[in-house]
């Protein structure tokens, strides 16, 4: 594996430092989704030994990692943080595919539609791009139309092509660092939990579904839209679940080779935040509604689409792509978004219990950072790094 490890950009002085764990320590993960499967995984290469639950399973259809596919680009305006992350996130993904000998980034470059002269959510990163070798092509409106024909540009400006970023088999890779997490050594158990006895400011041990307990030196609770119902004295103002709708659409079969070489794409136009995976190993033409939805409890609610969200998404896809006006609805899904307040991750202890690490706070685009952060949340496990200041409870 590499060792060009992630090199934060905050200063260093900042953040909160947290007692270090020594090598062979019982690390306890709980959640097997993009964010706890990578740090249990990162853990374990670490030299602790790791144990990790899920109720569920990686990938199952309730997590918010388990549908067809995820974006991954490094486009976040200004946040210079982000993009390196993401930066970091990408040379992991290909480093682990190869090593595992498992297709998962699929580069089909990241395509943003502008609908004005000057776009700050894209050309704020062009400094950052550029100085990762990664720069951005910019396309007029006639460009698009020469290269993309099954493309609307009627109401845009321009368009902005990162070449670098793509789309992940967002269940597959879930399952695939599974393997690798059991493969390296790494303990499974499949139960819903509680934590349990509370001594001196510590976690003893937590309760599993058939009354056994679990003991480690730390509890590290990475359970997506769940953190907030588990710890609701402490999280339920700080993670709250929503309903994002995502729907996949049967493109014209004289045209399905132009649907599905399409690049992700991203309409932005501050307003609906659609965005759009073609291919999904022929699942259909996938849009996704990044607006935030309405309030959705991750185990109970169904997961049907709602017919006022549909219809305004079928609109737009008719517009932006005209060849889709009458394309039928072939499959849909709702992906249940962890948000915080501003949109940053969740990492930090327990206010008044120190071995309870909460790790969270997706908010929509985690999913590509996974293995990033679980190299950084293993780094400031070790005592390496500090939490950074933007990721800590008390920042809203």
Known sequence: MSTNTFAPVYNKN??????????????VVIGAGAFGGWTALYLLRAGFEVTLLDAWGPGNS??????ETRVIRSTYGGNQFYFNLNVRALQLWKENEQQWKTKLFQN???????????????EDSVPFAKAHGMEYEKLSTDELNKR???LNTGDLHHAYLDQYGGCLRAREACQAVFRAFLNEGGQYLQSVVQPGKILNGRLEYILLANGNTLKANRFIFACGSWLGYLFPEILSNIITCSKQEVYYF???ETQADQFDKFPVWVDVDGKNFYYGIPGNNYRGFKIGVDERGEPFHPSTGD??????VLEKARKFIAHRFPDLAKAPLVENRVCPYENSPDGNFLFDQHPEVDNILFLGGGSGHGFKHGPALGEMVSLIIEGKLKIPPFFLINRV
Request: aromatic content about 10%; some cysteine; hydrophobic content about 30%.
């Open 250 to 252: 049967g493109v014209p």
């Open 108 to 122: 089909k470059g990241v395509l943003w539609f502008c609908y004005d002269e000057h776009t700050p959510l894209v």
């Open 303 to 308: 997961r049907i689409y709602n017919t006022t």
């Open 62 to 67: 309730r997590s918010s990692s388990g549908d």
């Open 148 to 150: 993309y024909p099954i």
């Open 14 to 27: 900042e953040g909160k430092a947290i007692e270090p764990l020594k090598k062979g320590s019982r690390v």
